[in-house]
């Protein structure tokens, strides 16, 4: 797979998956086309939490037949640190994520019947998100003060947030495979969860806006459609920390466009996810999530993931 191929490595690809599994990272990690339950999680102000986490990532990818790549397949490793600080600003609760990723991915297929690699390894676009909670107050399984039984039993919670992948990452304009995407990546986001005694039933709603890539390969001009998502998750409390959560998702849209040649790569893809996590100490806490990817277009990735992740809160 060398500079001559032209493999996209755009979310409609092997990005969806390696940007949704580093929203499986300690809680509040910003995000990409993710999967995260409990992201609407509000802490007391002035709480700080510090997280790091390892993702697992094995799957195939599946290219246009004209390029003449087949049989491709990806491994990727990825490593994060998360940071995340609550507090409140004009009465309302807000929560800043920040998430730096390091991978180290490698992809194998036959080119024109050839078998080819390409190994990449180095810093990823570092993902932020500022989220605000527009109605309702926390609930003691969300990590907010505790309310007197009556009020706990039952409680929603409305949000809003935006988040952004910034292209400090891993590029090189030479080659189609890169870790970091050169583009900034602007999300809005609108959510809305609902707790009934140790049940919360979460549902966010995403779209993704890019920015042009003016140093996409061999001195092309990459632009893409908005994409869309959405997610869904239910969560259960166990009592002294612990959860699990079965969650499901789909984004589609983002097609791109190359040198003004529209390449009808529009994503459809669909993601479900089991999740669970629990304390080992007062303020420490681990998270073990498997995640599954399977695309529903001709292009893109069939992937599976399993990610462990640790946090403190301070």
Same mark, same amino acid.
């Given at each position: 797979?060398?500079?001559?191929t032209?493999m ?6 092997v990005?969806a ?5 580093? #929203? ?11 999967l $995260?339950p409990?992201? /609407?999680?509000?802490? !007391?102000?002035?709480?700080?939490v510090?997280?790091?986490g390892?993702?697992?990532?094995d799957?195939d990818v599946? @290219? *246009? !037949?004209?390029l003449?790549? =087949? *049989?491709?397949e990806?491994?990727? =490793?990825?490593? #994060?640190?998360?940071?995340v600080?609550?507090f409140?600003l004009a009465?309302?609760?807000?929560? @800043?994520?920040?998430?730096?990723p /390091?991978q ?5 297929g ?16 570092p ?7 527009l ?5 003691a ?7 007197p039984?009556?009020?706990r039993s ?8 935006i988040?952004?992948?910034? !292209?400090?990452? =891993?590029y ?6 890169n ?9 809005p986001?609108?959510? %809305? %969860?609902?707790?009934r005694g140790? /049940?919360?039933?979460e549902l966010?709603?995403s779209?993704f806006f890019f920015?042009?890539?003016d140093? @996409? /390969?061999d ?5 893409q =459609? ?15 920390g612990?959860?699990a ?9 983002? $097609?791109?466009?190359?040198?003004? +040649?529209r390449? +009808?790569d529009?994503?459809?893809?669909f993601?479900s996810?089991l999740?669970?996590? @629990?304390?080992?100490s007062?303020s420490? #806490? ?13 292009? #893109?990735?069939d ?12």
């Amino acid at each position: 797979m060398n500079a001559g191929t032209s493999m996209r490595s755009g979310p409609t690809t092997v990005f969806a998956v390696l940007l949704f599994v580093i #929203g499986l990272l300690p809680p509040g990690s910003a995000l990409g086309q993710d999967l $995260e339950p409990r992201r /609407w999680t509000l802490l !007391p102000a002035g709480t700080d939490v510090l997280g790091a986490g390892y993702i697992a990532t094995d799957g195939d990818v599946f @290219f *246009d !037949p004209v390029l003449l790549v =087949e *049989d491709t397949e990806v491994d990727v =490793e990825t490593v #994060g640190l998360s940071y995340v600080r609550s507090f409140s600003l004009a009465g309302k609760m807000l929560r @800043f994520d920040a998430l730096i990723p /390091w991978q180290h991915a490698r992809w194998e297929g036959l080119l024109d019947g050839v078998p080819t690699g390409v190994t990449r390894k180095g810093f990823a676009d570092p993902l932020l998100r500022l989220s605000v909670n527009l109605l309702g107050a926390p609930s003691a399984n969300q990590g907010g003060a505790q309310k007197p039984a009556v009020a706990r039993s039952s409680n929603t919670v409305v949000g809003a947030a935006i988040a952004m992948t910034v !292209p400090v990452g =891993e590029y090189k304009k030479d080659k189609l495979l890169n870790l970091g995407q050169n583009r900034f990546i602007i999300r809005p986001q609108i959510g %809305v %969860v609902h707790t009934r005694g140790s /049940w919360s039933y979460e549902l966010t709603g995403s779209t993704f806006f890019f920015t042009d890539n003016d140093e @996409f /390969w061999d001195g092309n001009r990459r632009e893409q =459609e908005p994409l869309y998502a959405v997610q869904t998750h239910v969560i259960r409390t166990f009592g002294r920390g612990r959860w699990a959560s079965l969650s499901a998702g789909y984004g589609w849209g983002g $097609e791109s466009t190359v040198n003004d +040649d529209r390449k +009808d790569d529009d994503a459809r893809l669909f993601l479900s996810a089991l999740t669970v996590g @629990f304390p080992i100490s007062r303020s420490q #806490g681990l998270r073990f999530a498997y995640i599954r990817g399977r695309t529903h277009a001709d292009t #893109g990735a069939d992937t599976d993931s399993l990610a462990i992740a640790w946090s403190v809160r301070y």
